[in-house]
């Protein structure tokens, strides 16, 4: 088991879910006491680990024909771009 790639893929993804607006929508659920905690916990789950497995699919699929350093700068513009617009859009 690769621990280094392990605590990067963990790190980056905890770090970028805290405070998501997926997260937001999960402890909405959560405060209303006549709907399960567990119910919520793992349909959340399901759902986030379906998500992750659509993204791991897509990125395999992309990087056999886009080199994987135009995808680097991709997200990283995407990202920018989502940043100034949330910023502006105050």
Known sequence: M???????VFGTVFLAELGDKTQLATML???D???SGLMVFVAASLALIIATAIAIL???VVS???DTRY??????????IIGVWT???L
Request: cysteine-free.
């Open 64 to 66: 056999r024909y886009v």
């Open 29 to 31: 659920f959560a405060t």
């Open 33 to 35: 006491k006549q709907k």
């Open 71 to 80: 995808l680097s700068w991709i997200a990283g513009v995407g990202f920018v």
């Open 58 to 60: 897509f990125g395999s």
């Open 87 to 89: 910023i502006f859009r």
């Open 2 to 8: 690769d621990l280094k790639l392990f605590f990067t």
